[in-house]
């Protein structure tokens, strides 16, 4: 998986970097800063910055929507969120971390 910085010429135009993510009741988780993507250039997962001083978390790209307002709403809270595996500064996601996600967020 690649990080949105790298080879962009293939990926859909839909951004989602700097938009707010929000749990159902839009209560404020965080904001987007990458998108991590597979190898045939769909996002997978977004990387959501949880605020100031804190760390950065994937969350599942297919599970939320693009509201009206902006926002990618997710079906999780920020509690769920927080207890994600954290993303490093590289933000890629190897096969262990993804395997991890996926419990963690019951995608498996």
Known sequence: MTND???????PT?????HDVVDPSHRLIGTISDVV???GGDPQWAVVDLGLLRSSH?????AGYMSEAGEFVVPYDKRVVKNAP???RSHLV????????????ELI
């Open 5 to 11: 910085d790298t080879n962009t010429a293939d990926r």
């Open 14 to 18: 839909f951004g989602y970097r700097g």
């Open 37 to 39: 993507y597979d190898s």
């Open 58 to 62: 994937f969350v599942p790209i297919a």
């Open 86 to 88: 954290k993303a490093d």
């Open 94 to 105: 190897d096969s262990s971390t993804s395997q991890q996600l996926q419990r963690h967020y």
